[in-house]
């Protein structure tokens, strides 16, 4: 058997309807708890090889998902560069704040410090891989540059990162030169997981829906297609998956402006309209709300089915608009494969 998920995005009719979920390793499972606790903590768990490809692995284990997606996180990256970042427990992340020309001239994006840090990830990739099924793909992914900036300058998460906006408003020399450096680094990161063994890349622009008009373009649209373009000429033959979440009727710009090869949308992304402007220019990856797996029965099956029947089956990889959440119940998971499984006939 092919991989379905790899063969969808080379344009091939796939032997089934691929599904993975985004998040699919994570705290809903109690074996992948298990493992935190083992390694220390959530960072000693993304930089220890082994650990990394275990729970990378778990999920795929217990449901009939056709991808894997590397254990790391996204900030990974700003931290190489000599962010410092911190996961607080029950807070998420904290980073130290870069706001100024001179913060930004003291972080380090050559390839040699990069991969000092970042290799350990690069391992778990290539162990990873060693141990998958030969019908299953393996994901690499990064954050897009814009969100990346939004957790440096933020120092974390944040309800409105409105210090970002500002500094895009105003169109600040030193936001400019974040954006190239993060452009640089994370090119060098997806190319070096792709040396490793990732077949496919997702790039997560979770606060792209910050952004609009001018700004959507010069901050997100734009950095991502000089990675895409770039990635193009060194790995012609993987595809590349964005999620510019919250952007809307803005998605097909998105997939004009960057050429990628697949699209995953948030929730709120009306399916028919997407199956009707999207599909016709990339694969479409989506969109049921996590929060219909923590109900789970008929509500989440109900989504489900409206999203199985609105896309065709050679164009559509189903996932989540947004990361499973940590109250779902690894049961729902399985109704839900279950249920895409037999909507299909296989
Ligand atoms: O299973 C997978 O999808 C692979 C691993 C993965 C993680 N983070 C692990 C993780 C991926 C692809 C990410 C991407 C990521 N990380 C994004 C983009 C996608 C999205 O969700 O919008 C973002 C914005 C981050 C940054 C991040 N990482 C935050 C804000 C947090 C804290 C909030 C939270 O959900 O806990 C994390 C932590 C994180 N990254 C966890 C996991 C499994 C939870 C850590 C833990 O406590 O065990």
Same mark, same amino acid.
């Given at each position: 058997m092919k991989k379905p998920l790899l063969e969808i995005l080379k344009g091939n009719a796939p032997s089934r309807r691929p599904v993975w979920l985004m998040r699919?390793?994570?705290?809903?499972l109690p074996e992948y708890m298990e493992v935190r606790s083992q390694a220390g903590g959530f960072l000693e768990l993304c930089y220890t090889p082994e650990f990394a490809c275990e729970v990378t692995l778990q999920p795929l284990r217990r449901f009939d998902f056709d991808a894997a997606i590397l254990f790391? =996180?996204?900030l990974l990256v700003p931290q190489a560069m000599g962010c410092d970042l911190e996961f607080l427990v029950n807070e998420g992340p904290s980073l130290r704040k870069i706001r100024s020309d001179k913060d930004v001239a003291g972080l380090a994006w050559d390839i040699s410090t990069l991969n000092k840090t970042l290799s350990p990830v690069y391992e778990s990739v290539s162990l990873i891989r060693a141990n998958l099924d030969a019908e299953k793909t393996l994901i690499g992914f990064c954050g897009a540059p814009w969100t990346v900036a939004t957790y440096m300058i933020e120092g974390g998460t944040s309800t409105e990162r409105a210090m970002s906006r500002l500094a895009a408003f105003a169109n600040e020399s030193w936001l400019n030169e974040l954006i190239d450096k993060l452009v640089y680094s994370s090119v060098e990161y997806l190319s070096a997981q792709v040396r490793a063994g990732a077949e496919v890349l997702q790039i997560f =622009? &979770?606060?792209?829906? =910050?952004l609009s008009g001018n700004l959507l373009t010069r901050y997100c649209f734009d950095p991502i297609s000089r990675m895409r373009a770039e990635l193009k000429i060194r790995h012609p033959d993987v595809p590349v998956i964005g999620f510019a979440r919250g952007i809307g009727v803005s998605q097909t710009d998105f997939v004009d402006a960057t050429g990628v090869d697949g699209v995953s949308i948030e929730w709120p992304v009306n399916t028919r309209w997407a199956r009707d402007n999207l599909c016709p220019r990339c694969v479409v990856q989506g969109n049921l709300d996590p929060l219909s797996l923590i109900g789970g029965g008929e509500g989440m099956l109900d989504a489900a089915r409206q999203i199985l029947t609105d896309f065709p089956m050679n164009r559509h990889i189903f996932n989540l608009g947004h990361g499973i959440r940590?109250? &779902?119940?690894?049961e729902h998971v399985s109704d839900l494969v279950d249920f895409i499984r037999s909507h299909d006939g296989r």
């Open positions: 699919q390793a994570g705290r809903y790391a =996180d996204i =622009d &979770t606060w792209a829906g =910050d940590k109250e &779902t119940s690894p």
